[in-house]
């Protein structure tokens, strides 16, 4: 039905508008326990995250939950987690295997007692291929895979998408120790690559199909003159499947927090999953406990695989002129939000011609100026 | 002056048309009478006879110009009950004696005065007034002196629309000012009245009152013609007519002229019978853009919607923008909240009965329109004069343009589709048959792109055979057929490529008969048997490509039978009685497989531990009721009167849906083994009293209501092609009360009503497993709880080619559910909801103007026009729809959708000829 949203869409373009509606400053389920708990049976460890929910208004949308005590019971043995760092309980334990079933306990540090329903480790079958699919729009990506019919049908997906980019402007210079020098390659802040988690709840599901196949399903839509595509981009593509409890699970989440705004939308609704408070049942608790094997792909797409349509000129102020032509040494007092991209010719006045950051340095648009390790 | 005792049987005719045609100007203020004769006598060459004992009581106010020389003497002598007759150049005036004239008169010969078509100026509502006058001060003989013996006598009629001949079914015709009768669905009365002289008045719902003298010797009849109400040119009015909400035992009704109804402001210029109703106390709806009304507290699904008795299931057209019925056919919409009389049954809320126009019997008329999103075209053609009329019509958009708009990516190559058509036959096939035969069709197309097709649609069937087997007892029949049906496919991703259909179908047969009671009362009986068939869901997969299996849900097939008796009854001038009751059942039947679950669990996929199999036309599950209906009219005063009834009504199929608003895509789903027939049951109180000499009207109405089995939604419910639909619904009950309080006038220059209505709706789940419970069990407000709503709708008429509408509503918001806490996973931000309806959007607000502007009234003009300009949403407050709250990029943003958040313009022309 998301194409019937689409036609609302129009309707409202034409007669309607959406407009920012702030927060109602309401307290009511703050203060809940938030788990989000998984055992991953392909690295044989769990991790188990702990926190809090917020008011709306508040800034921080979670405070971590310390000082809990947290076990995985399995079919065999009770394994204790320990807190590596604030919130996160982690352990490794060669017990945590597929089909094998696991039950969470916590005891939290005022202590009131947690437990989740009993789940099974499902090994995912492997990413067939990630592929994708230019238009005058944008690039759109896909997730393909497939697996036994007797194996689950129900799929997560999860992405983490990294890009290299450039500043407008190449700055070879750099003021350093009261000097102008040429920048080293350490210094470079011409090229960039940044990284980031998909933040959308992405779920399929084969089950209507005769085939236990996913075949296209969209993971990601890039503009066209995003800074993502314009010069190389890559995604590590991850899928975990699922049991039908916790596919409706985020198949709630999903429809509670990304498929509203349209004339006929299904009612949201409280989505509790399969943790309880056992001191307080009515008390109602966020978040899954679940396990499952995470397999990954990784794809590349590089400029000179785009069509030609998609090349798009950034537009941006970037111009150098001659008002931001600073004289030496005046320009030793210019470090800060500034960069140097260029000098006046030799022999006469020197001089260097300054520009903002966000034209000339690649880092403030939140990027590492160090390609990570796999980017080759 | 000297004074004698004069009567002109045969001549008063000849001098009423003769002279009645003498203009005068007269301007006095509280003058004698003696200087409004003495203008006359100057101005005109008539000269007055009159005795001073009648008329020096008289304090004379009048101001006009160059009316008839009756219409000044009407203006100033019928307030005061004074006669007068005209004789050559005489103006007798002859007090409290009134003119007898002998029943030898045709006095209904109405093609009279039609055919002075030479006549620059339209002169019928003129000479209908006139007309009309003379017959209202007239003595009807009724039946032959020598035949009175001094026993009750009937005296009968039929009630006739002067203009097309149509018969005025519901007519309220009072003898003496007391004992209201109704004229029947042939538009016949009948009284049974000893000997004597009684004055008759009638009066109907957008018709001018009229009244008859009647002398009743013994059995006879008078047919009884009545004119629209619209001011005649340069008319003086001097009566005016209102309705009678006080005196009739009806309650919990609003009836809605089409000429009330395309008065009101528009959205987008289509007049629109469903908005219409919006604007009446007690009825409220989720939100803009949807044609789905909750009725004191009950869902969307539990209205009757009715067109010439078939059922209709979605009159909605662009998905909720605009109503299905076309206001150019559309005689009367009628809506019942409660009062509901044991002639209905099959929802629990309200029956909105809409009527569409029988059409002219005397001569053609093509009727149409133009406006910016649609175009319309309705022709009336009689087939035999006085005898038969063929009504087509037929509405469909033009409103390519409204997508053609939209250049952005996916939504090019788009397009949107709607039309309507409606016929209907009429058939007087002598003066105690009649047969009347309507069809109805409404399609909606909606193109994605060039790969996506939604479609749904309306059918609705009825052919009605009226008969009055002998003058006491009428008859009834009609069958109905109706169908719904909509469907989805899409080709966007050949792997994924499908066709949905879904399809519900429903013939029913009935028969209803009255016995008159005479003057006292009635009996109603009938029996009624339904048949619905529904295919309610097929899904599969399209082109060869296509990996989607085949999914089809299991047809429904039910039956629906039931029987009714109510007999209403006056027991004395202070009290009158309604009491009826219907019994119906239901069968569901085979077919049908159906899934045991576990018991002692909740109702679960995993739970399910046998299917049983229902063969052909076995009965699967039957639910039975009798449902009792009560009303009761206590007369405080002439001009108050106190009324309480009780309701209780059945219904076996339920819309099934999870969207807060209603949508063309939503399933009916018929009773089952799991779901269980709503019942719904209504305690209400009204009190009526008219102010200001009965100008202003107004009611204040209370109730109570509870309903059972109704069907809530788990989170994340699942509904279409659900194999096992009662695992994702909950089962509830609900209550709702409120208080209605209206004034309505509707006499006058300025006209309209105002209404305040306190109401509130709630449900509680009755699983006492808590997956099956919302809330925990605990009640909660259901999605169209808005307790506070004013409605104001006013007309007021310049002159007659020039009126303006002004609309206002205010309405709490509704009730939604809402992120209480902020909470992150993976470092996305996410919300987490309230409990249901814990919240409401804001209220709101919305005015709306029009104005129409009439052509001139020259009959010889091509044809007759009208244009309407009106704006919706005049200060373009930017109402919520709804509120949600969305997490982008990591972070949550709430946001609040409008509809029509600004001032839509519309203009509208409509013809006639």
């Known amino acids: 039905m998301k194409s019937l949203c689409n036609f609302f869409v129009v309707l409202i373009l034409l007669t309607g508008c959406l407009t920012p509606y702030p927060a109602p400053n309401i307290g009511g389920a703050v203060g809940l326990l938030v788990v989000d708990g998984f055992v991953d049976v392909g690295q044989h460890s769990a991790t188990v995250k702990l926190s809090r929910s917020t008011p709306l208004s508040s800034k921080e949308a979670s405070i971590v939950e310390t000082g809990a005590y947290v076990k995985i019971e399995t079919d065999s043995i009770d394994i204790e987690l320990t807190e590596i760092s604030p919130g996160i309980y982690f352990t490794a334990n060669g017990s945590f295997e597929a089909d094998k079933s696991f039950k969470l306990f916590i005891t939290t540090s005022d202590n009131v007692n947690y437990s989740s329903s009993a789940v099974t480790g499902l090994s995912s079958p492997k990413i067939d291929s990630i592929t994708w699919t230019p238009d005058p729009t944008g690039i759109t990506i896909y997730g393909n895979t497939s697996d036994s019919l007797t194996s689950s049908r129900f799929y997560i997906w999860t992405f ?56 296209g399903f969209e993971l990601k839509k890039i503009p066209k003159g995003s800074q993502q595509i314009s ?35 299904p009612l949201p609704s409280q989505v509790i999953g399969n943790v309880i408070n056992l001191t307080n049942p009515k008390q109602p608790v966020i978040g899954y406990f679940s396990a499952g094997e995470i397999n990954q792909e990784r794809i590349f797409i590089g400029l000179n695989q785009l069509p030609i349509y998609l090349f798009s000129a950034p537009s941006n102020d970037c111009n150098v002129n001659d008002e931001l032509l600073i004289p030496y040494p005046e320009v030793l007092n210019y470090t800060a939000g500034l960069v140097i991209v260029g000098q006046t010719p030799p022999g006469g006045t020197v001089g260097y011609y300054l520009i903002s950051q966000s034209c000339g340095d690649c880092t403030y648009y939140g990027g590492v100026t160090t390609p990570p390790s796999f980017w080759h | 002056m000297g004074f004698k005792k004069v009567l002109f049987p045969y001549l008063f005719f000849f001098s009423m048309h003769v002279f009645a045609q003498e203009r005068v100007t007269v301007a006095l203020t509280n ?19 009159y005795n001073h004992n009648d008329t020096d009581s008289i304090s004379v106010s009048i101001n006009v110009h160059s009316v008839t020389l009756d219409e000044a003497l009407n203006f100033v002598l019928q307030p005061e009950h004074i006669n007068y007759t005209i004789y050559q150049n005489q103006i007798f005036i002859t007090g409290n004696r009134k003119i007898f004239v002998p029943p030898e008169e045709k006095p209904f010969d109405t093609t009279l005065n039609q055919d002075k078509k030479g006549d620059e100026f339209d002169y019928s509502d003129f000479l209908y007034s006139n007309k009309q006058r003379s017959l209202e001060s007239k003595i009807f003989l009724i039946g032959a002196k020598s035949k009175a013996t001094g026993k009750s006598v009937k005296l009968y009629g039929r009630i006739k629309d002067f203009k097309t001949g149509e018969t005025i079914p519901g007519a309220s015709i009072s003898v003496d000012g007391k004992s209201v009768i109704a004229s029947d669905q042939l538009g016949r009365y009948s009284l049974i009245l000893p000997p004597g002289q009684y004055q008759l008045s009638v009066k109907s719902i957008g018709m001018k009152k009229t009244s008859r003298t009647v002398l009743v010797y013994s059995e006879g009849s008078l047919d009884i013609e009545l004119t629209e109400e619209i001011t005649p040119l340069k008319e003086v009015v001097v009566t005016s007519e209102r309705e009678n909400r006080v005196m009739d035992l009806q309650m919990g009704s609003e009836k809605l002229t089409i ?45 009757l919607i009715l067109y010439n008795d078939a059922v209709v299931y979605n009159p909605s057209h662009l998905f909720g923008f605009f109503s299905t019925f076309n206001a150019d056919v559309i005689k009367s919409v009628e809506l019942f909240k409660s009062g509901i009389t044991a002639d209905y049954g099959g929802r629990i809320a309200s029956v909105l009965d809409v009527k569409s126009i029988d059409g002219n019997l005397r001569k053609m008329n093509v009727t149409g329109g133009l406006g910016p999103v649609t175009g319309r075209l309705t022709i009336e053609l009689p087939i035999l004069k006085e005898k038969a009329s063929l009504v087509v019509s037929g509405r469909t958009t033009y409103s390519e343009w409204l997508l053609n708009q939209i250049t952005v990516g996916n939504l090019q190559n788009s397009s949107a589709n709607f039309y309507d058509w409606s016929a209907n036959y009429s058939h007087k096939i002598n003066s105690n048959n009649s047969l009347f035969i309507s069809a109805y069709t409404s399609k909606d197309k909606f193109k994605l792109r060039s790969d996506t097709i939604f479609q749904y649609g309306n059918t609705a069937y009825s052919a009605q055979w009226k008969s009055s087997l002998n003058e006491k007892l009428f008859a009834v029949i009609t069958g109905t057929f109706s169908n719904y049906d909509f469907s989805v496919s899409s080709t966007f991703n050949p792997i994924n490529a499908f066709k949905l259909n879904y399809d519900l179908k429903q013939f029913q047969g009935k028969a209803d008969f009255t016995y008159s009671l005479g003057r006292k009362g009635s009996i109603q009986s009938g029996v009624n048997v339904i048949h619905y068939g529904l295919s309610p869901g097929n899904f599969e997969p399209l082109g060869k490509n296509s990996l989607e299996t085949p999914n089809t849900i299991q047809s429904e097939q039910g039956n629906e039978y039931a029987g009714y008796a109510g007999v209403n009854f006056e027991i004395n001038d202070l009290l009158s009685v309604y009491m009826g009751s219907r019994y119906s059942v239901y069968e569901s039947i085979g077919p049908r497989s159906v899934f045991q679950y576990q018991s002692g669990t909740p109702k679960d996929p995993a739970s399910i531990v046998d299917t049983v199999q229902y063969p052909k036309g076995k009965p699967v599950a039957t639910y039975q009721g009798a449902e009792p209906r009560v009303s009761l009219r206590y007369s405080l005063s002439s001009k108050s009167s106190l009324k309480v009834n009780y309701n209780r009504m059945r219904q076996y199929i339920q819309v099934i849906s999870n969207t807060t608003a209603i949508t063309p895509f939503d399933i009916w789903k018929l009773c089952d083994s799991y779901i269980k027939p709503q019942i719904g049951d209504q305690v209400s109180v009204g009190f009526y009293r008219q102010l200001f000499k009965g ?107 020039l009126n303006c509408s002004l609309n206002f509503v205010y309405s709490t918001g509704r009730p939604i559910t809402l992120p209480v806490a902020q909470y992150s996973v993976e470092g996305v931000n996410r919300v987490f909801y309230s409990e249901r309806n814990q919240f409401r959007i804001p209220d709101y607000i919305r005015t709306d103007i029009s104005i129409n502007v009439e052509g001139n009234h020259k009959i010889r003009k091509l044809a007759h026009s009208s244009w309407t300009l009106g704006v919706y949403n005049l200060f373009g407050r930017q109402n919520a729809y709804s509120v949600f709250f969305t997490s982008q990029n990591g972070s949550v943003q709430g946001y609040k959708l409008s509809i029509f958040a600004r001032p839509i313009p519309a203009i509208t022309y409509n013809f006639k000829f």
């Open chain 2, 259 to 303: 000429k009330t109804i395309k008065r009101l402001p528009t959205t987008l210029g289509e007049v629109d019978v469903l908005k219409a109703v919006l604007l009446t106390p007690g009825v409220q709806t989720v939100g803009e853009g949807t044609l789905g009304f909750n009725v004191r507290g009950g869902t969307s699904s539990q209205n």
């Open chain 2, 695 to 801: 100008v202003v009207e107004f009611s204040a109405e209370t109730y109570y209501k509870t309903m059972q089995n109704m069907i809530d939604y788990k989170g994340g419910a699942v509904l279409l092609l659900n194999n096992h639909l009662e695992t994702d619904i909950v089962n509830t009950h609900g209550k709702a009360y409120g208080i209605e309080f209206l004034f309505k006038k509707s006499t006058g220059k300025l006209n309209g009503w105002l209404s305040y209505t306190y109401s509130r709706s709630f449900m509680q789940t009755t699983s006492h497993f808590s997956a099956e419970t919302i809330n925990n069990g605990n009640w909660y407000r259901s999605n169209y709880d808005k307790p506070h709503a004013v409605n104001l709708a006013t007309n007021y008429k310049f002159n007659r080619r």
């Open chain 2, 31 to 49: 003058a004698r009478f003696e200087e409004f004769v003495a203008i006359i006598e100057n101005t005109t060459p008539f000269h007055f006879f």
């Open chain 1, 231 to 265: 010069n190389r981009y890559s995604m590590l593509a991850k899928l975990r499947s699922l049991s039908e409890e916790e596919y409706n699970y985020w198949h709630q989440v999903e429809n509670s927090n990304q498929n509203l705004g349209t004339i006929f939308d």
């Open chain 1, 160 to 215: 983490e998408e990294t890009w290299e980019y450039t500043s407008y402007l190449e700055s070879d210079l750099i003021i350093l120790n009261g000097q102008v020098l040429p920048r080293t390659p350490n210094q470079q802040v011409h090229y960039c690559w940044k990284t980031q988690e998909s933040t959308k709840v992405l779920v399929s599901t084969s089950s209507k199909l005769n085939k236990n196949v996913i075949s």
